[in-house]
């Protein structure tokens, strides 16, 4: 049973040992008690890795003049999407860099289609836009937006370059969430010098915004960014801030990452052992995703088999639902027990 009241103490946030399998297995428990052993199963397409931005952590940032740069065909992405993805993937996630011209040329277009197409539900990554392009994703059909707010101080948040401020960041998440959208959030964890007490303030931020799910990504130092020669970090932190945000909020949709895989053996089976219910399948063309590199050029691509496989493994099922028509449910739900 979760306490509605649950904050994590520094023992859960940055423990081992027994400790820590006590709560992986709190955590376990509360994604089953919510949402038996469902797991969702989304498909993401890199569209562009063109970004405005300058982030220290990613190795799209613009100042990466190492970088070949592309920006896919919106008609193959339809075709691959429409005719060749697996029976399991209800969800497509629709990412890029910080690319206003492919969120038109190719983002948009694509949405159109897949509406028309396919009852897939439909979530964009692709930084921050203006109020305009916000609508205009919506009114195409997307429903749901990820944008993470990466560290929760505005001072780290400022250090690594992240997209204009931190205020800035957390106006974009709420407008966002006023306007109809189900957004989900992120941060990292294991940078350099980050503490217990900052993994802490991650979540105490994550949990005060108007959100739907979050993820915890692991620092791994990324090839030509200005932090390269940072250690990657324990994946223990990020497990462990997993676990926090599932007793935290129970009804979160919590991700499985791929770069846990990077951080450390079966990393992405040991997501879904510490409260995460979303797992993404790479669907981006392979000669495209070698140039989207957040990370590392090999970066740890989870196929359709390695996510069907991790989910077996773990005695899970693919679910039937869409992450979509979960919200859509979730929020009658919420409309009923209003009073008129
Ligand atoms: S994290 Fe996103 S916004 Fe920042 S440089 Fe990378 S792709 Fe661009």
Known sequence: ????????????????????????????????????????????????????????????????????????????????????????????????GEDPVAVRKIVLPLIRTLRRETSLGISVCLGSLTPELYAELFAAGASIYIMKFEVGDAASYERLEAPGTLTERLRHIRHLAANGWKVSSGFIAGLRGQTAADLAQNLRLADELPLHGCSVSPFVPGENTPLAGDPTSNANWTLNCMAALRLMRPDWVIPAVSALNLAVDDGYRRGLRAGANLTTMNLTPTDLREDYVIYKRERFIMTEERVLNAIAAEGLTPSRQSLADFYRGAAREVAATVPA
Do not use: K, W
């Not at 940032?61 to 070949?68: G, P, T």
């Open 1 to 96: 049973m979760v306490s509605p009241s649950y904050f994590p103490g520094e023992p859960d946030l940055i423990g081992n040992g027994t400790h820590q399998a006590a709560l992986h297995e709190r955590a376990r428990a509360a994604t089953r008690e919510q949402f038996g052993r469902g797991v969702f199963v989304r498909a993401v397409v890199e569209v562009s890795n063109f970004c405005r931005e300058n982030c220290a952590y990613c190795g799209m940032r613009r100042d990466n003049r190492a970088l070949h740069r592309y920006r896919a065909q919106h008609e193959q992405l339809a075709e691959l999407l429409i005719e060749h993805r697996p029976a399991s993937v209800t969800d497509v996630n629709i990412q890029a």
